[in-house]
């Protein structure tokens, strides 16, 4: 079953599908990757191309994409500030670290669309 999407909740899965990609392969460099593929949504549409990620990294990628299809808080904040921790702790502790690690990297290297993530 595929989900249907508008503009900016491809945006928000767009922004952790790149942010899980850099993460992957700047820290999991020996292991082995498959292109993320899901029936959740239409991956091509939505993220653009398929990630191409470790099975650690696949995993925690899909929880991120169910956990924000399924979002009851409207407007959404960012996780962080969120008021109802959805994610297990086990992936709401890797997604720090993602975050973390991803965010700096993606500023230095002076992404717009990480700027507008932060700001919007």
């Known amino acids: 079953m595929v989900i249907a999407t508008g503009p900016e909740l491809d945006h928000d899965l767009r922004t952790v599908a790149e ?3 850099l993460y992957c392969h700047r820290k999991h460099r020996g292991a082995v990757r498959e292109r993320f593929d899901t029936k959740v949504v239409d991956v091509d549409a939505v993220l653009g191309r398929r990630p191409v990620l470790c099975g650690e990294c696949t995993r925690l990628l ?3 994409v169910v956990k924000r299809l399924h ?3 409207v407007p959404k904040p960012a996780c ?3 008021p109802r921790h959805c ?3 086990r992936y709401r502790q890797r997604m720090r670290e993602v ?3 991803s965010g700096t990297r993606l500023l230095l290297s002076g992404r717009l669309r990480y700027l507008t ?3 919007l």
Request: aromatic share 14%.
């Open 80 to 82: 962080k500030h969120c």
């Open 99 to 101: 975050m973390r690690f």
């Open 62 to 64: 899909l929880h991120a």
């Open 19 to 21: 942010f899980v990609e």
């Open 87 to 89: 994610y297990h702790p």
């Open 117 to 119: 993530h932060l700001l």
């Open 71 to 73: 979002c009851p808080m």
